[in-house]
């Protein structure tokens, strides 16, 4: 909905932002033609899930945060998992962390695939929606629910259920798939691997506003391979700390206004995860054929260019299904499937690599193997001052574009960065106000 | 010509009442198996949080049952049946976003529809919930209603079921 005129004093309403998931408000106001105000106000009822998660076992977390989100249990189930291993000193077997790795992609693979053609797309193309959109380009359509579906596969293949996982335990599997129920998922992954590069040359094509932001990128990273649920993590500048040491400086604060936390380096920098800041960190590291895709869809190694991440989730969807062939073509059954880790009172953090950013669980543990305290730190709660700078600078940018245009510029801003408000207890109806 | 049935249970079993679906679909899971016979199959799936994850099991269903739980204002326990049509479907389907990341199962059907993918026929099972809160079991008023709305549900996998 959208209300006023393009000059002088004037208000832009979107009640319901659609596309994005959860409850909240996005409020813009601009006065003698200068941005004076870009507030997101968050106020859907905080899920408490760190608290429900004090007083249980520390071998239950990696379910019970699975449920966070129906999107990206498996990033909740590895950061917990990294997280309490790390809390007893547990490093799991080269096998297991592999087979973490291809569970992962399947879940990079779904997300991804769903975002850049049902969520995103339709932002570029001028639709309302992926219906729309299979109006216009069914193949495409088509196209992406089969690359979601491919990772639905390797998800219920690894996982056990294509949502919420139920295999995954600490210390690894409750049992590792059979060698043969792997390797047939070989051929749907090549159809998927080439269905992403199709995908990167589509979104390539797509009309981008020329807009960059001053990014303070974190993400993993890893000297060997792009990270998905290892390495540590790299800050602004280059430096690279571990998790424990990022949940340290990475200071969350309560904001009237919302029920999410915001994330700010060391108490004073806003900063974005995500699939630029990945990218930014990690683009030599990416697998020569995603590599390739990149370079032909114009991207260099860093990309700032917000409403351009739908080329990198693009990118990243092509090294995913990459990825998780290299893995199923090499995967061997083994036994036991899981590691023993035995609890002991300390803490441990683990951060991973979620579809849409960097996802830190951190955990006190007593002897007894209770949890004593959880802290969750999701990836849109971290993205969520950055996401009002981008505002900021995209309203700054398009102040001739009418309201309807603007209010469009606005939504499509937000979604650049894939926000998952449920994981951030958290999100979005749209108000510009122009005086 | 085999007629196919899907029960599909949406929702979260760790949010209580939201877990309705879930007890529906595993109540009525071995009475879909007697079920089973030659040109009849029916199965259960789920639960799902994704609506857009009913894309694949239910494309081209005879029919496809869809369970969860709902929020109207009825009493918690009450047991409704709507059904949201078939491949041509009725337009009055709500076009809000209203679930995980965009797409709720109206917009998944019209999805489905719009990809030639939708079940010959949808039909959604909604059980009113009462508490929603986090944590595993349901309210004893959306227990008792387990039953009904199993019942419910084999009423209409029977309506497509051949005559033996």
């Not at chain 1, 801003?413 to 951030?424: G, L």
């Not at chain 2, 760790?14 to 899971?29: E, F, H, I, L």
């Amino acid at each position: 909905m959208t209300h006023g005129h393009r000059s002088g004093n004037r208000t832009v309403e979107v009640p319901g932002l659609a596309r994005v998931e959860g409850e909240g408000a996005l409020r813009v106001e601009i006065r003698d033609g200068a941005v004076t105000e870009v507030t997101l106000d968050i106020f859907e009822p905080p899920r408490f899930f760190e608290a429900l998660l004090e007083g249980r076992r520390f071998d239950e977390a990696p379910d019970i945060t699975a449920r966070i989100c129906g999107i990206c249990p498996v990033a909740y189930q590895m950061s917990a998992c990294r997280a309490m291993e790390d809390a007893c000193a547990v490093t799991v077997s080269a096998p297991v962390a592999a087979l973490r790795r291809l569970l992962y992609c399947g879940e990079w693979i779904q997300s991804h695939a769903l975002h850049v053609y049902l969520l995103h797309a339709p932002d570029f193309l001028g639709c309302q929606d992926a219906v729309e959109l299979a109006g216009i380009d069914r193949a495409a359509v088509e196209r992406g629910l089969e690359l979601k579906r491919t990772g639905n596969q390797l998800m219920q293949a690894v996982g056990g259920r294509a949502v919420h996982p139920v295999n995954v335990r600490v210390g690894g599997f409750y049992r590792a798939p059979d060698t043969a129920a792997l390797r047939a998922l070989a051929e749907p992954l090549r159809r998927a691997r080439d269905a992403a590069l199709r995908t990167v040359e589509w979104v390539a094509g797509f009309e981008f506003p020329d807009v960059e932001g001053d990014y303070r990128f974190v993400a993993l990273t890893h000297p060997d391979h792009y990270p998905v649920d290892d390495g540590q993590v790299a800050l602004p500048g280059g430096d690279a700390v571990s998790a424990a040491q990022f949940a340290d400086i990475a200071v969350e604060e309560h904001v009237e206004r919302s029920t999410a936390l915001h994330a700010r380096l060391e108490g004073r920098h806003p900063y974005l995860t995500g699939p630029l800041a990945r990218y930014a960190h990690n683009s030599a590291r990416l697998p020569e054929l995603a590599r390739q895709a990149a370079a032909a869809a114009g991207l260099g190694e860093v990309c700032r260019n917000p409403f351009q991440s739908i080329v990198v989730r693009a990118v990243e969807l092509v090294f995913a299904c990459d990825e998780a062939l290299r893995l199923v073509e090499a995967y061997e059954r083994f036994d036991p499937a899981a590691d023993v880790v035995d609890a002991r009172e300390g803490v441990g953090t683990g951060a991973t690599e979620a579809p849409r950013g960097l996802l830190v669980h951190r955990y006190g543990i007593g002897a007894d193997g209770v949890i004593r305290s959880a802290r969750i730190m999701p990836p849109t709660s971290q993205n969520q001052l950055t996401i009002e700078e981008d505002l900021r600078r995209v309203v700054e940018t398009g102040l001739d574009l009418s309201d309807e245009d603007l209010t469009w510029r606005c939504e499509q801003a937000v979604r650049n960065h894939d926000p998952c408000i449920s994981c951030a207890a958290h999100f979005l109806d749209l108000t510009v106000v122009r005086s | 010509m085999t007629a196919r049935v899907v029960v599909a249970a949406m929702g979260n079993e760790y949010r209580r009442d939201d877990g309705v679906g879930a007890a529906v679909v595993a109540a009525v899971a071995p009475l879909l198996d007697e079920l089973r016979a030659p040109g009849f199959d029916a199965t259960g799936v789920g639960p799902f949080g994704d609506p857009l994850d009913l894309l694949g099991p239910w494309d081209h269903a005879t029919l496809a049952v869809v369970v969860d739980a709902v929020r109207t204002g009825a009493a918690p326990g009450t047991v409704v049946v709507v059904d949201l049509g078939g491949p041509g479907g009725s337009e009055a389907v709500d076009r809000r976003a209203s679930s995980t990341h965009g797409l709720g199962v109206a917009g998944a059907l019209r999805l489905a529809r719009a990809v030639g993918r939708a079940p010959d026929r949808v039909v959604a099972v909604g059980i009113e919930g009462g508490d929603f809160g986090n944590g595993t079991g349901l309210s004893e008023a959306v227990d008792r209603a387990v039953g009904e709305a199993a019942a419910r549900v084999l009423d209409l996998v029977r309506s497509v079921r051949p005559c033996a």
